[in-house]
């Protein structure tokens, strides 16, 4: 990443993998006056924890569409039966003066870093499948079709690891943190960041 340039920073992971959290923490840091949040357009349902214009800017499919249409979308997915966008404007306009964290999925990173040169990728990668469907059950969102749909994703995104150019083993929110802190407001390089994603623990997860 260029330190002297403002950066795209994209944060995935598969579902319940704690993208939320970290960025929710993130931004509590005092350094994060730098660095602003994108939040993005969506068809699904809100759900009772969310607001709209906060966690995401909640629209209607045909609404969706003609944004669509309009090009105003740098990036669109479709993701479990709803879609996701992020927004043109919106990403130039921030990009002017600040860094911008977007949550993505693994469709969305890649649309974005053939768009755009000055892209830092994260992975989150986690413990175990176990780890996961404890925390989607925590989440208590989602139906028991919604959940086996999600866990039975969470193998094909994980095999996309090696496109990211950073992977946080989320195994422990205080220790994830740190590593997130690193890659956002210190900007080291890939070869100067130490994960702690083992060989053996994508073996495991990619089995």
Known sequence: MDKNLNNIFVISSPSGGGKSSLI?????????????????????????????????????????????????????????GNFYGTDKLLTERILKSKDILLELDWQGAFSIKKTFKNVVSVFLIPPSYKD???????????????????????????????????????????????DFKT?????????????RVTSDLLRKLLD
């Open 24 to 80: 929710e923490a993130l931004l509590l840091d005092e350094r994060a006056e730098k660095i602003k949040l994108s939040v993005s357009f969506t068809t699904r349902e809100i759900r009772s924890s969310e607001k709209n214009q906060k966690d995401y800017i909640f629209i209607k499919e045909d609404e969706f569409m003609k944004k669509i249409d309009d090009g105003d979308f740098i990036e669109y997915a479709k993701v479990f």
């Open 132 to 178: 996961l469907e404890k925390r989607l059950s925590i989440r208590g969102t989602e139906s028991d079709r919604s959940m086996n749909l999600r866990l039975s994703a969470a193998k094909d995104e994980i095999s996309r690891y090696k496109f990211y150019d950073y992977l946080i083993l989320n195994d422990n929110f205080e220790s994830a943190l740190i």
């Open 183 to 195: 890659i956002i407001f210190e900007k080291k390089s890939p070869s100067e960041f130490k994960t």
